[in-house]
């Protein structure tokens, strides 16, 4: 009889291992589940904070490019001044230098 006792014994923590090993296995189950609950929102946060950045580098790249449009517009303007100045000046050397050639080559006795 004390080998059926002894049976009895090697089953019985065979059934308490076997417990105690699904235990595990569902505690281990629900606690990967949580985690991927978990990185699931933490993803879904990711993603709306990336659409948030995404929105806002938009508008900042907007406002920049409309900023740089304004500056470029003043400088063009400001080029467009300094060539029509330019022009002008051009326009009075020529005449100077007509005035000058008429000058020199009017005939010494006609004066």
Not at 32 to 45: A, K
């Amino acid at each position: 009889m004390k080998l059926s006792q002894e049976l009895i014994a090697i089953l019985a923590v065979g059934v308490t291992l076997t417990g105690l090993q699904i235990t595990l296995f569902v505690s281990l189950r629900g606690e990967v589940s949580e985690l991927r609950g978990d990185m699931g929102r933490m993803e879904t946060r990711l993603r709306d904070e990336m659409s948030v950045l995404r929105v806002e580098m938009r508008g900042e790249m907007s406002d920049l490019r409309d900023e740089m449009r304004g500056e470029m517009n003043v400088l063009r303007e400001d080029v467009r001044h300094d060539i029509d100045a330019l022009r002008i000046d051009i326009q009075d050397i020529r005449e100077d230098v007509r005035q000058l050639r008429d000058k020199l080559l009017v005939p010494a006795g006609g004066a």
